[in-house]
């Protein structure tokens, strides 16, 4: 085994043995020196690949989703499907386990740095849906009783809901089943002619 692979080796067994004391324990209960007495190495080895906890909650997530989405969205044609083709693609590749999804989640919650970057992240997806469903709007595909930034809010509180509930670990319901079920549904209660024009979709503090 060479330099390289023992790196990587270290930096896994160091996120294994976090997200077992964050299930154990607690995010915030959790330390850095239990971290690395769990994992067997030296306190100073965890900074040599993390700044701090938070630095390493935010490594066990990946930025992929809009890439993936991205990669179904053509430029022109209808938009619905190759939304929900992404959503369903990046189910399938989801790079978490529960116990991972879980620890995020616990920092999410636990610290105003993991909390602030999460919401920026959420602001990014919004930003990122909005042009794509306002394109769907625009072609007669999508209602346009709301606006594609509300609609694109929901889509992004339905991702995070999926997650939740996934991880929490109620059923045995894959969470590619999940995705598809939620997102079938949310697919459907867009798409134009399927509501009643006073059906509500969003609160209106979402603009």
Request: charged share 25%; hydrophobic share 40%; aromatic share 8%.
């Amino acid at each position: 085994m060479n330099r390289e692979d023992k790196k990587i080796l270290t930096r896994q067994r160091i996120m294994e043995s976090a997200v077992q004391l964050f299930e154990e324990r607690g995010f915030m209960s959790t330390s850095v020196q239990m971290i690395t007495d769990r994992a067997e190495v030296a306190k100073g080895t965890f900074f040599n690949y993390f700044a701090s906890k938070e630095d390493m909650i935010l490594a066990l997530q990946s930025d992929t989703l809009i890439s993936v989405i991205g990669s179904k969205v053509e430029p022109e044609g209808p938009v619905l499907p190759s939304l929900y083709d992404g959503i369903v693609a990046y189910a399938k590749e989801y790079p978490m386990f529960k116990s991972t999804t879980r620890a995020v989640l616990q920092g999410m919650f636990g610290s105003p740095k993991i909390g602030d970057v999460q919401r920026k992240r959420s602001e990014k997806f919004i930003e990122f849906l909005t042009p794509i469903l306002e394109r769907g709007q625009n072609n007669g595909e999508i209602a346009s009783d709301r606006s594609a930034k509300q609609i694109a809010a929901i889509a992004v509180e339905a991702y995070y809901g999926v997650l939740m509930l996934w991880s929490l670990d109620l059923d045995e319901v894959p969470l590619l089943e999940r995705m598809k079920s939620i997102y079938s549904v949310f697919i459907d209660g867009i798409r134009a002619g399927t509501r009643s024009p006073d059906s509500p979709l969003v609160t209106d503090s979402i603009s």
